[in-house]
């Protein structure tokens, strides 16, 4: 009998091994596909522990978003951040560097910035629900949009969590240039305007996210639908906005 027959398979290197966790890159060899058991998990797991370093999760979303998400609900976890402890980390930072340099709420929200001035927690809790709020949007969209795919939804909640942290991500590198927008250039006098060209940058983000997530290299028809999610999910992701905004009004 071959002597490899009762060895494992590491779905992070490909070594083969015995034991429970893999002797050349030390993932373990329990990592079955996400259900809502494993997303618990998870998500408890996220403020005790983290598998690898952040910054090369944060690099790997740079570089092939969609691959690296795949990779991670492929059982490839080893040398990624927890999605969810990615998401609190860099929430968390963008919360404390928004309030410390007190800039102001995005142009479609300003009446947030009335609304702060009064009470700034209320303002900032509503940002973080928006936050949450657009995951929930794109995963109930993704699996309406995409369900052929396979993926439930626990894996397409971990996956918009990623998303929605390196979004965090290009918020926070556009901190220094938004913060010399409001305090020294002004939104009226500036020719171009930071914040808009933030929001661009993270729909080009989730559409090339999609476009490899969902393999849409030459498909015409897949590049069509990710278009249309998306437009989908801005549209009310804004009329929530507006809605909420008059809610906190009266």
């Known amino acids: 009998m071959n002597e490899n027959s009762h060895l494992n398979i590491c779905k992070n290197c490909g070594n083969h091994f ?7 890159c030390r993932q373990s060899v ?3 596909r996400i259900t809502w058991k494993e997303l618990f998990l998870q998500f408890s797991h996220a403020f ?6 952040i910054f090369f999760t944060i690099k790997e979303l740079f570089i092939h978003p969609g691959n690296t ?20 980390l860099v929430g968390g930072l963008s919360t404390f560097l928004y309030t410390t340099i007190h800039l102001k709420f995005p142009n479609e929200a300003l009446e947030l910035n009335r609304i702060e001035v009064i009470n ?17 949007l794109l995963t109930i969209t993704d699996f309406i949009f995409y369900y052929k795919a396979g993926f439930n939804l626990p894996e397409l909640i971990v996956s918009n969590a990623f998303q929605a ?10 901190l220094p240039l938004i913060f010399v927008q409001d305090y020294f250039i002004g939104n009226n006098d500036s020719i171009f305007d930071i914040r808009s060209f933030e929001y661009l940058v993270s729909i080009v983000f989730l559409f090339f ?9 030459g498909n015409y028809y897949m ?23 008059m809610f906190l009004k009266s």
């Open 120 to 136: 700034p927690t209320l303002a900032h809790k509503f940002i973080a629900a928006l936050g949450f709020n657009f995951i929930i």
């Open 48 to 53: 005790f522990h983290a598998n690898k370093g």
């Open 165 to 174: 942290g390196q979004i965090i991500v290009f918020s926070i590198i556009f």
């Open 30 to 32: 329990k990592t079955s």
């Open 209 to 217: 996210t999609r476009y490899q997530f969902y393999k849409a290299k």
């Open 223 to 245: 590049i069509t639908k990710i278009i249309i999610q998306l437009v989908i999910v801005y549209f009310v992701n804004d009329w929530i906005i507006s809605y909420m905004i």
């Open 69 to 88: 998400i795949l990779d991670y609900l492929n059982g490839k976890r080893i040398n990624h951040f927890n999605p969810f402890l990615f998401l609190l």
């Open 18 to 24: 015995s034991g429970n966790y893999c002797n050349n």
